[in-house]
C-alpha cells in the first residue's frame, strides 16, 4: 500500500511592512497576560486616532502659507521697493542739481584761470619791457662815467677830484685842457684791502663830449 499523504495545513499570510500610519490606523492586540474570553474583540481606537490626525492636518493646512497671504506679501514688497526707487530718484535728481552747480562754478573758474593766466604773461611782457627800460636808462646815466684803475692809494683822506684833474692833464698833454666839470668822483665802494690792490677812482662828467676827448 502507497503512503498516504497529509493534508496541507494552510501557511499563516507574512505580514506587510509598516507604514507611519500603520500605529494609529491598525488596533492594537492584547499581550498573554490579558484577562478575558479569547473570543471577546479588542475595543477599537480608529476614532480618537482619526481625530488627531484630522486635528494635525487641519493645523497644518491653517499654517500653510496661501494665496492671499502670498498676494499681501507681493504687495508689501512691491510699495517698499516702489518707497525706496523713489527715494533713491529724489536722491539722484539732488545729486544731479549738485553736479550742474559744481559744473558751471568749474566752468567759470576755468574761464577766470584762462583770463589770469592771459593777465599774468601780459605783466611779465610789461615787467620785461621795464627792466630794458630801466637798463637804457641806467646806462644812459653811466655814459657820462669814468672808471679808472691802479692809480696808488694813498694813506688817509685823498682829493680824488686832484688826483683825477692831474691825471687828465697827463693823458691830454700837449691838447689844452678842457673845461671840465665833474658831477661826482670817489673811490670804488667797497672795503679797503691791500692784497687786491688799490681801489678803482670813478667819475661822472657833465659834459659826455669830454668823456669822449679823454677816452
Do not use: W
Amino acid at each position: 500500500m502507497g503512503r498516504t499523504k497529509r493534508p496541507e495545513q494552510p501557511q499563516t499570510p507574512r505580514h506587510p511592512s509598516q507604514g507611519p500610519l500603520d500605529g494609529y490606523l491598525q488596533p492594537q492586540t492584547g499581550t498573554s497576560g490579558d484577562s478575558g474570553s479569547p473570543k471577546m474583540a479588542a475595543p477599537s481606537t480608529s476614532g480618537p486616532t482619526l481625530d488627531r490626525i484630522e486635528s494635525t492636518l487641519r493645523d497644518l493646512a491653517a499654517a500653510m502659507v496661501t494665496k492671499t497671504d502670498l498676494q499681501a506679501n507681493t504687495t508689501a514688497i512691491q510699495e517698499t521697493l516702489r518707497t525706496e526707487i523713489a527715494g533713491i530718484r529724489t536722491e539722484l535728481a539732488t545729486q544731479a542739481g549738485r553736479i550742474t552747480v559744481v559744473e558751471e562754478a568749474n566752468a567759470a573758474l576755468t574761464t577766470r584761470m584762462a583770463a589770469t593766466d592771459t593777465a599774468v604773461a601780459r605783466q611779465g611782457e610789461m615787467l620785461l619791457s621795464m627792466r630794458r627800460h630801466l637798463e637804457d636808462v641806467d646806462n644812459r646815466g653811466r655814459r657820462c662815467n669814468i672808471r679808472i684803475r691802479g692809480v696808488p692809494e694813498t694813506e688817509g683822506s685823498e682829493n680824488v677830484i686832484e688826483i683825477l684833474m692831474e691825471l687828465f692833464r697827463s693823458l691830454l698833454h700837449p691838447t689844452p685842457l678842457p673845461e671840465i666839470e665833474f658831477e661826482r668822483a670817489h673811490r670804488a665802494l667797497r672795503p679797503r684791502n691791500v692784497e687786491e690792490g688799490p681801489r678803482d677812482l670813478i667819475c661822472c662828467l657833465h659834459s659826455f663830449p669830454v668823456k669822449n676827448t679823454i677816452m
